[in-house]
Structure formats: C-alpha cells, structure tokens
C-alpha cells in the first residue's frame, strides 16, 4: 500500500458498555493487545473512579470521554478532579468558548503532583454524528462543516489544548491550519463492510492512518464484532496497510 501511511495513529478502543462487569470482559479478551481505552458517559456514570483506578493498576492508557460544557469555574474544579484520577487525556467541549477551556488548562495545571505525566487536554469540535444539514439547520451554524469545525480548534488551540476530536476527513485542513503537533483523536472509523450505525463522517481506518491522525477512536465495530481480538488485530493490519 501506500508509503505515506504514519505508523504513529494509535488505536483507542471505545468501551462502550452499561456496566463494569462487559466492560472487564472484553478487556481481559483484548489484553495480549494492551490497547488504549476510552471511557465515556455510559460506562463512568455507572462505575465512577473506581475503574479507572482498576484499570490504571493495570497500566492501561485511558482517555476519559466525559465532554465537559459549564462554566469555566465548574470545568476548572472538575478537571482537577480528572487529573486527579490520573487519566491520560480527557476532553471538554468547544462550543463552552475560550475561557471555559482556559478553565480546564488551569485546573489540570493546579491539580499536577510532582512527577505526574499531564494528561492531553481536548477539544471536541461537532460531533461526527453531525451532518451538514443537522448542523446549518438544527443547532443553527451557518456555513460549511469543515469551516465550522477548524473555527473550534483555532479557539482549543488558542486556550492552550492539546488538539481536539474531529472526523478523520477535517484532519488536514486542521494539520494544515494549526500544525502537525496539534492533535486529532477521530471516531467516526469504519472498518470496510462494518455498519456505520449514526455516525455520518466516517472513514476506514486505514483512510484515517494515512490522513494521519495520531489517535483514531473505534467502538462498535470491535466491541461488537463476533471476534473482537480478531477485528482488533485485523484493524491493526489494515492501519499498516497489508491486504484483508
Ligand atoms: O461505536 P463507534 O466507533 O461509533 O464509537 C465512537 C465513540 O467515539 C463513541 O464512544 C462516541 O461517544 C465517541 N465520540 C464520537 N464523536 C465525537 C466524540 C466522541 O463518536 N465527536
């Protein structure tokens, strides 16, 4: 395949269950693996920290999927208390402005201990469930998605974030606009002849490999999948490019 696909995308798995108990199994089956995991909303709201902690005694990398939105007093106090956890990266909303995201970088900066690795800090822009429809006529942006979503980052990298979540088909107009250092974490990754269920902006991930986003968001298709390990391992190969 291609040469230029960048060997640096990091497959996070989205582990997107209603309780601690599924969440375990399909990480005890994907262990040999030991893959990035990505907590979010479901999973945390029933559990809370103590996942995390299990988790992290076990070394995983865990990026907490929470998607803060308040004021920037409330998203300040609330990433102290995710950096407190020690997660690797979390995330907040762009849409809260500036000085809410501002909040966040003073909260994880106050919260460090001596010693402990800063976890990535990111926006998220539109939600790759948006579509160009839904978002000029529902939630009321004018103008086309990729103007929209570059417009988020600019203001995440301006408040001091790591890099923002968006589909993996803005990644170069946001590499391009604000640099190959700033970050893209894209869900929205479709396995070729896998369902694509709400999302709209999807790509494979071989497609968001060689777009070259550096960590690449996957749920349904491998915790759904009737072999996740397989599927997980298959991923893999399609991101070094070798055939199905
Ligand atoms: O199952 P699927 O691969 O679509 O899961 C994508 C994951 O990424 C879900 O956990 C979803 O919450 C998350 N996500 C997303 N779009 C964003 C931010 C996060 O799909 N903009």
């Known amino acids: 395949m291609e040469s230029n696909i960048k060997s640096r995308s990091t497959v996070i798995v989205a582990l997107?269950?209603?309780?601690?108990?599924?969440a375990l199994q399909l990480v005890d089956i994907l262990e040999p693996y030991h893959p990035y995991l990505k907590i979010g909303m479901e999973?945390?709201?029933?559990?809370?920290?103590?996942?995390?902690?299990?988790?992290?005694?076990?070394?995983?990398?865990i990026f907490l999927d929470l998607k803060l939105h308040d004021i920037p007093n409330t998203v300040k106090g609330a990433a102290q208390s995710l950096t407190r956890l020690g997660v690797d990266m979390f995330n907040v909303h762009c849409a809260?402005?500036?000085?809410?995201?501002?909040?966040?970088?003073?909260?994880i900066?106050?919260?460090l201990i001596p010693g402990q690795k800063k976890?990535?800090?990111?926006?998220?822009t539109q939600l790759t469930?948006?579509?160009?429809?839904?978002?000029?006529?529902?939630?009321?942006?004018?103008?086309?998605?990729?103007?929209?979503?570059?417009?988020?980052?600019?203001?995440?990298?301006?408040?001091?974030?790591d890099g923002v979540v968006c589909s993996p088909l803005e990644i170069t107009l946001i590499k391009e606009s604000l640099g190959q250092g700033?970050?893209?974490i894209t869900p929205g990754i479709r396995p070729k002849e896998t369902?694509?269920?709400?999302?709209?902006?999807?790509?494979?991930?071989?497609?968001?490999?060689q777009l070259g986003t550096d960590y690449m968001v996957i749920g349904r298709a491998i915790t759904k999948a009737a072999d996740p390990a397989q599927m997980y391992a298959e991923i893999l190969k399609q991101i070094e490019g070798e055939s199905r």
């Open 96 to 107: 809260g402005g500036i000085k809410m995201m501002q909040g966040a970088v003073e909260g």
């Open 129 to 161: 469930s948006t579509s160009q429809e839904t978002l000029n006529q529902e939630i009321g942006i004018s103008g086309q998605m990729e103007q929209a979503v570059l417009h988020y980052a600019n203001l995440a990298q301006k408040s001091g974030l």
């Open 195 to 209: 369902a694509l269920d709400d999302q709209t902006r999807v790509t494979t991930p071989q497609e968001a490999a």
């Open 119 to 124: 976890p990535l800090l990111i926006g998220v």
């Open 182 to 184: 700033f970050l893209t």
């Open 109 to 111: 900066e106050q919260a």
């Open 43 to 61: 999973l945390y709201y029933q559990t809370g920290p103590q996942l995390i902690y299990k988790l992290k005694e076990r070394g995983f990398s």
């Open 16 to 22: 997107d269950f209603p309780n601690e108990q599924k």
